[in-house]
């Protein structure tokens, strides 16, 4: 560059300040799951328990299935909604476990979990809507109702003394209002193990239909239950055509956490909405992760039998610990993987996981991540061996006795 055209460049006016952002952008909270977790970025010693996952890998003939879509060409776009052999094998799987049947239609393959839960806020939230939430629950699922305009309206459980929740439908019916949208309901629960049961459900859809509220029912934790085979379902109870949407994932049955897939039941009604919006979020998942996916809903029983089974043992030594410990209050989960406990003299447990973690090397989640309620617990994530959870308590018994 010529010393002309250097002075020429210099002289060009930057702008003083980045260019303004939408405010539901700008001003959304940094999650507080990760603000522990790269703390211990680096630790040599460290056992992370903070995160929704456990510490199996994905099964072989998952992986398997999915070389061999590879290896095969399976690289192209495909349909949006998902490859209709495996929304045919979800259909089936629905079937198998609740009995209800589900046509093409109400079924959409998504790229996560999360994306399922952001197609439907775009689809359905309005700027100054009201989102109504059962906490403490996931962050994530109230941010996207946040980043899209709406007003989330927190419905806290009721904690009770021996460290367990209970729901009120009488304080969830006067949470509703003029402007409530949508109702965001997560059974089982991440992070308390909560579970709704058939009745339950029942009175909520039921306000639902009545209310004209639209109902998001995060089931990603259904096989999660240590007293039935499998947790009770909207899906028993719904009409095709009700204000229910229901989310579920491969991530954690199947150990897919990292594959990033899901799926979404809904309207057949609103089969082409979501499908435009699939164009024009992701354009759909990948094929070949798709074909790994519908092996693991095809083959994988004997594999989510033997996971809930590693989650039923983490959950009893994680439980006969913790409980023994003075200072913890905790009941025994009953569903999802998590252990949601208080600790007695603990305001701040963001800044408390902070301090566990530089004394003892175990990572754990903040119960003020999950809203209200959630202040003075931590999480802890059991989905592991019975060798890294014992060692954790080892190291967690003389910080919080």
Known sequence: MTNHARDQSESVAMPQSPLPLRPEAETLEASKIVEV????????????LWVGEGDLPTPDFICEAATRALKDGKT?????????????????????????RLSDERISVTSAGMNAIQLIMQAIVRSGDEVLALTPVWP?????????????????LRATAEGDFRLDMDVLEAACGNRTRAMFIASPSNPTGWMLERE??????????RRGIWLIADEVYHRFVYDRPTAPSFQELIAPEDPVFVVNSFS??????????????????????????????TSGAPPFLQEGALTAIRDGERFVHEMVERCRHGADVVHQRLAAMPRVTMACPRASFYAFFAVEGVADSLGFAKQILRETGVGLAPGAAFGRGGEGFLRLCFASSTERLSAAMDRLEPALS
């Open 37 to 48: 977790w790269e703390l211990g970025f680096g630790r040599d010693d460290l056992i992370p």
């Open 76 to 100: 192209f776009y495909t349909h949006k909604r998902g490859l209709p052999e495996l929304r045919a094998a979800i259909a089936d799987y629905t079937h198998r476990l609740y009995g209800a």
């Open 140 to 156: 994530n699922a109230l941010a996207a109702a946040r980043v899209n305009g709406a007003n989330v309206v927190e419905v806290p």
């Open 200 to 209: 339950e459900q029942q009175a909520i859809l039921e306000l639902c239909r």
């Open 252 to 281: 954690k049955a199947w150990a897919m956490t990292g594959w990033r897939l899901g799926w979404l039941v809904h309207p057949p009604s609103l089969r082409p909405v979501i499908d435009n919006l699939i164009e024009f979020n």
